[in-house]
């Protein structure tokens, strides 16, 4: 019998459907938490953040850190790990990653109307009946989100993504899962020789998207009995250079025979590649009223590899430390609100591991020492030399390093 993979619309009675399919057949259960721990224990990164590569929100860092595909990178390779066992459930986010040509996959869509779901929804203990709509259009904006960065479709629901789509409004869950026991048992949907060889280059392109990612590249990666692909889909002008650097990182991986590169459709030489540099910082948040500057100061940063994103007041500052994970903040002393010197004590007292330069132009002698005595990493004056700034952001990216490796 088949693997059998279930994605679901929240509210649809797919715990019903699991029992019924578990009772009959006894395979085992696998959801997302599992996998991420897997991942997490390969990776050595917390389950929790790789849990947020399942968000539509995306880290405002992201880009600059990549730290969302090295999640589902990592992901990939404990699901691969996974897949040699081929008798089990496999439900959530983590179906939609395994690809076409594992042919021995039955992938399953349970959905519903929207006033199955809330009559649903309204029964269960843990969600309160008026946020029960909320939940429903959160959880699939992350659904729509997934679908679409995995397969670039925009309904995640759309048939053409399944072997089956059942409409729980209309179906029992025993009848649902009668029909998904059916097709699971079809004589076509056994593991074959060919089936198999595309777990392990399943497995085998997930090392290789590590490989990048760790040296911060992002490619589309496609293994064929160890053949490796990798579609460049960026704009870039140093087209050679990339190639070779994307080759000397994918024949490292182990099982890799060959490595071509693929120029994709969305490809255009109009800049000049620069891979991220991991050693520079990646995580700054930058926090001034003054929009020019701040986003002028924005620029130069990325300029030079480091990762900087902007705010422009105290109290949004505040929102972001706790949504996000800046390592390096950047702050005006003099702002409306909540000004730099606030923000700077309760940043040290509730996240003390993040360093606080403070970048002013109306401080004093007398500023500098309540900002030293508060634990600012720096304190500077405007208009400031962007030389200065780099080498003390350096400095505190080295700090927050050894902190970590310790």
Not at 230 to 241: A, D, G, H, Q
Not at 363 to 385: H, I, N, T, W
Request: net charge negative; glycine share 4%.
């Amino acid at each position: 019998m088949a693997i059998i993979t279930l994605f679901n619309g929240i509210f649809c009675n797919e715990e019903a459907v699991i029992h019924e399919l578990v009772s009959d057949i006894g395979y085992d259960v696998v959801g997302d938490r599992r996998i991420a721990a897997d991942a997490a224990r390969l990776s050595g990164v917390a389950q929790q953040k790789i849990q947020r590569a399942f968000a539509a929100k995306t880290s405002i860092f992201n880009k600059f850190t990549q730290e969302k595909e090295l999640s589902i990178a990592y992901l990939k390779l404990a699901l691969a790990r996974l897949l040699v066992e081929e008798r089990f459930i496999l439900k959530g986010f983590c179906s939609m990653l395994i690809p076409r040509n594992i042919h021995h996959v039955l992938r399953v869509c349970l959905i519903a109307d929207t006033k199955y779901r809330y009559a649903i929804g309204s029964k269960k203990d843990d969600v309160a009946e008026k946020e029960v709509l909320k939940v429903i259009r959160r959880r699939d904006e992350d659904s729509a989100e997934w679908v679409k960065s995995l397969y670039h479709q925009s309904d995640p629901w759309d048939a053409s993504l399944y072997d089956m789509v059942i409409p729980m409004h209309k179906k029992q869950p025993m009848v649902a899962a009668a029909a998904i026991m059916e097709n699971a048992a079809k004589e076509i949907l056994r593991p074959t020789v060919e089936s198999r060889q595309a777990v392990d280059d399943f497995s085998t392109a997930a090392e290789i998207e590590i490989a990048l990612a760790t040296e911060g590249h992002h490619v589309a990666v496609e293994v064929r009995s160890g053949e490796t692909f990798l579609t460049i889909n960026k704009p870039i002008l140093m087209l050679s250079r990339l190639e070779e650097e994307l080759k000397e990182a994918a024949q490292k991986v182990n099982g890799v025979k060959s490595v071509s590169t693929i120029v994709g459709k969305d490809f255009h030489q109009s800049q000049i590649y620069r891979k991220h540099d991991f050693r520079m910082p990646s995580k700054v948040l930058l926090v001034d009223d003054e929009r020019e500057f701040v986003e002028t100061l924005s620029e130069r940063l990325q300029i030079r590899d480091m990762g900087a994103a902007v705010t422009y007041d105290g109290q949004s500052a505040l929102e972001l430390v706790q949504e996000e994970e800046p390592e390096v903040i950047i702050i005006d002393l003099k702002m409306p609100g909540i000004d730099g010197l606030e923000v700077l004590k309760k940043v040290k007292k509730t996240r003390p591991e993040i360093e606080v330069v403070v970048l002013t132009g109306h401080g004093s002698r007398a500023d500098r020492e309540v900002c030293m005595k508060f634990g600012a990493f720096a304190y500077l004056q405007k208009p400031v030399d962007i030389d200065e700034l780099s080498d003390i952001l350096k400095k505190a990216h080295e700090k927050i390093q050894k902190v970590k490796t310790a």
